[in-house]
């Protein structure tokens, strides 16, 4: 198990420093000049020069490359070129609302996924599975945003049972964060609750027929120790590596529904970093994003070596 | 399991009806002439995230909205545009016109304690103009020393006759923060402003609570005001509807469904227009009658209607009717639309038919819009518009100087010296030729040079009508603010200079 963990680190630093070359690199290709905004809209020829040696960017790109892998080593991700706040409080303040936003989004896939898969596993080729399958389907099928605009257009304009904006940290009251989280988490976690049914449900099918089952069932356990102890623990498997992927794909789509239900979390910040050209704090977030879904994976891969034996 | 399938399918339908169909209901039980609630919570959604709470590193007029309820300016505007007392109760220019003596109000005191005077000022112009990634420093390099007479006058020298002074001094650069608190005004900015900030989220969100020792008693009307940023109209419609927000600004076609969900929309000029700019020192762009040619092509009227709903001004002047520096003779009609007169102006300049004008574009569906109808209109008379897109349009544009022309909007400045001087003279940042014609030339330093409001306002109305004349630009319109506000809403009123300033805007009581 240490070892394990050991080596998913060791791979994470070659792997943190590609994805930031990566960044630098494309944003050479990014047309522009963020002196020009910085100046402000009364500047002249002159002052915009000014800018751009003041913040650097009259240096070579791998310059300012090292210059800043020089401070990351030391935990210091550098300062937005626009404010000139700093990186790390700035994540410090929106990674935990995207944080909430999504492991909230994966706990309703989980709660929706989980039951919903056994059901039509259960019930396979009957109306119930039909049913679970459809809708489904429709989930994976409808993007994140669209299903946010309908239930927002729904649940808070038509019926102004939620707020359309806002989020008010969990710390401060944990009312309003529920009463303001739950249609972003529907929004982002709906798409991944169906991936879990489906993958569920196919797995939980499998083993329902293998051997082990029916020894257990023959051995006269009852039907819902058969199926809790024996049957899932088996099937869980496959939905733990899709819960794994899904964070990623759910950190994505995070971006736009924060957009939508206007959310102060990283994604926010990275559409406007992104407008703003302010390639540090989107560097900033390239690294936090990669370090979450690195330690994700492990997770799930403890998960699967605490499930399943054999791969311990 | 068809039964099933059909009981989906009528789900789907209904939920897709429920969203479709025209939501929210009229709010009835306010009044907007009715008594203010004195503890009233006013929630805004503006169109721009805010980056900085600091006035001098801000680099946008948009961010004044945010800024303005916190740093009172030395000077302020009003809701006409006029210059009216702030932080300074009188201003007067020597004879010379290269001293500007400032009156500062006195018993004021910023939000920190600290108390405003002399010294305050100097530190917070000295500031601007040398702070490290300052914004305002080209607009302040005009003054050459901060003089303190006594503990509340001011003696602002100058390096030549800069008549723009006292609007400048409205705007950012004029903005007065605590010295004590100059370390780290980008997030915790102390003014001697109606309101404090009491939280902040860069980019997204602030608050701000009452500043009760103000002087003007009357200004902060609201308790509370909360600042959200929304970037699409539709989805600050969608707050508005749902009582997320009592007010915000909407895009034109948005306007409908705002009106018939029962808010109150008011819709205005400001000093905002759009235009298609030309670069002069392209081939033919530098003959008057070409751009004449250009002027007579294009159906302003079609614009605003196609584009605008209606909601917005033709225009063939920089400047909106209502506003000193119009030219009533000018008017708005001027340049009228006629394709013949158009091709006859292209014609007699030898122009050949089919030439080919490159239009860049800001990448951004508004702009794309526009492109392509001026490009339709300027097919007719016999124009071939190519659009090359672009992100970043004032580097392309102004900067590298690509392209024969460009529709872009214009912000507005609370000074139309600041305006004329950015666009139409040859130094200016944002006239991508850096031509002028020399009766514009000579007005613009007599403008600059003028310190006598009358005769300033004189001035920039006789520029106003030359630039139009000489066709130094395609003006098209101006597009309104549409404020929209639910009826609980008092007070709130549409700027001329465009940025909202909130004073005596509040809640009505029960």
């Known amino acids: 198990m240490l070892a394990l963990i050991g080596r998913r680190l060791l791979v994470t630093l070659p792997l943190l420093l590609f994805v930031t070359l990566l960044v630098n690199l494309m944003s050479l290709l990014v047309p522009g000049d963020p002196a020009v905004q910085i100046a402000g809209e009364n500047a002249t020829h002159e002052q915009i020069e000014l800018t751009r040696q003041r913040l650097g960017l009259d240096r070579p790109w791998h310059e300012r490359y090292l210059d800043w892998l020089a401070g990351a080593a030391r935990g210091d991700l550098g300062n937005s070129v626009f404010t000139n706040d700093s990186v790390s409080q700035l994540l410090q303040e929106r990674l935990p609302v995207t944080l909430a936003l999504t492991l909230s989004a994966l706990v309703f896939a989980a709660l929706v996924g989980v039951p919903a898969g056994i059901l039509a596993a259960l019930r396979r080729n009957r109306w119930q599975d039909s049913l679970i399958r459809g809708v489904a389907t429709i989930g994976i099928a409808m993007p994140g945003y669209w299903l946010g605009l309908l239930l927002l257009m729904v649940f808070a304009i038509q019926l102004g049972l939620f707020p359309t904006i806002g989020y008010t940290p969990l710390t401060e009251n944990p009312a309003a964060w529920l009463h303001g989280i739950v249609l972003p988490t529907v929004a982002l976690g709906a798409p991944a609750a169906a991936e879990v049914a489906r993958q569920l449900r196919r797995s939980m099918i499998d083993t329902l027929q293998q051997d082990f089952v029916r020894t257990a069932t023959a051995k006269g356990l009852r039907y819902w120790m058969v199926l809790g102890k024996h049957a899932l623990t088996h099937a869980a498997n496959p939905v733990v590596t899709v819960l794994a992927t899904q964070m990623a794909l759910l950190l994505g789509a995070a971006v736009i529904i924060e957009k939508v239900f206007v959310i102060p979390g990283i994604g926010e910040l990275a559409v406007n970093s992104v407008i703003n050209k302010d390639l540090t704090i989107v560097q900033g977030i390239v690294v936090v994003t990669t370090l979450v879904i690195v330690v994700t994976n492990l997770l799930a891969d403890l998960a699967h070596a605490w499930l399943s034996p054999r791969t311990r | ?510």
């Open chain 2, 1 to 510: 399991m068809k039964v099933w399938r059909h009981i989906a399918v009528v789900g789907v339908v209904a939920l897709l009806a429920a969203a479709c169909s025209s939501g929210g209901t009229a709010n009835t039980n306010g009044n907007r002439s009715g008594e203010l609630d004195p503890n009233g919570i006013f929630r805004f959604a503006d169109t721009l995230p805010i980056e900085t709470l600091d006035p001098h590193t801000s680099p946008g007029a948009g961010n004044n909205v945010w800024l303005f309820p916190v740093y009172d300016r030395l000077i302020h505007l009003n809701e006409e545009a006029e210059l009216v007392p702030g932080l300074a109760t009188e201003w007067q220019f020597s004879d010379d016109g290269r001293t500007l003596a400032l009156t500062l109000r006195q018993g004021v005191t910023f939000t920190d304690g600290t108390p405003f005077n002399a010294e305050a000022v100097k530190a917070n112009l000295e500031r601007g103009q040398t702070l490290e990634g300052s914004a305002v420093a080209a607009e302040l390099a005009v003054i050459k020393e901060v003089e303190i007479v006594d503990e509340y006058h001011v003696n602002l020298h100058l390096t030549d006759v800069h008549s723009s002074l006292p609007y400048v001094l409205t705007d950012r650069a004029g903005a007065i923060a605590s010295p004590a608190a100059f370390d780290n005004l980008s997030r915790a900015p102390v003014g001697t402003g109606m309101y404090k900030v009491v939280e902040y989220q860069p980019g997204s969100r602030a608050v701000y609570e009452r500043n009760d020792d103000y002087w003007d008693p009357d200004a902060a009307a609201a308790a509370r005001m909360e600042f959200t940023t929304i970037t699409d109209s539709l989805q600050r419609l969608n707050a508005l509807r749902s009582g997320s927000i009592d007010a915000t600004i909407l895009a034109a076609n948005d306007v409908a469904a705002a009106q018939q969900a029962g808010f109150v929309v008011d819709s205005q000029p400001i000093l905002q227009f759009f235009h298609l700019q030309l670069n002069l020192s392209k081939p033919y762009l530098d003959d008057v009658r070409v751009r004449q040619a250009i002027n007579h092509a294009i159906n302003r009227e079609e614009l605003v209607q196609g584009l605008l709903f209606g909601l917005g001004e033709p225009a063939v002047q920089p400047f909106p009717r209502g506003y000193f520096a119009f030219d009533e003779e000018i008017g708005t009609d001027y340049y009228e639309y006629n394709p013949d007169k158009a091709r006859q102006l292209l014609a007699d300049a030898g122009v050949p038919e089919g030439y080919e004008l490159e239009l860049i574009n800001q990448n951004a569906p508004q702009y794309t819009q526009l492109s392509e109808a001026i490009q339709a209109q300027l097919a007719d008379v016999g124009l071939n518009a190519t659009i090359t897109q672009s992100t970043i349009f004032a580097n392309t544009f102004y900067v590298e100087g690509e392209g024969d022309a460009g529709a872009i909007n214009w912000t507005g400045r609370p000074d139309p010296a600041q305006t004329i001087g950015l666009l139409y003279t040859e130094t200016g940042f944002a006239n991508p030729g850096g031509v002028t014609t020399d009766e514009v030339a000579t007005l613009y330093e007599q403008l600059v040079a003028t310190t006598d409001e009358a005769a300033r306002a004189d001035l920039a109305r006789q520029l106003s009508r030359q630039i139009t004349l000489d066709a130094l630009d395609v003006v098209l319109y101006f597009p309104y603010e549409n404020v929209a506000y639910s009826d609980r809403v008092i007070g709130l009123r549409p700027w001329l200079a465009g940025k909202l300033e909130f004073r005596g805007v509040g809640i009505a009581a029960g």
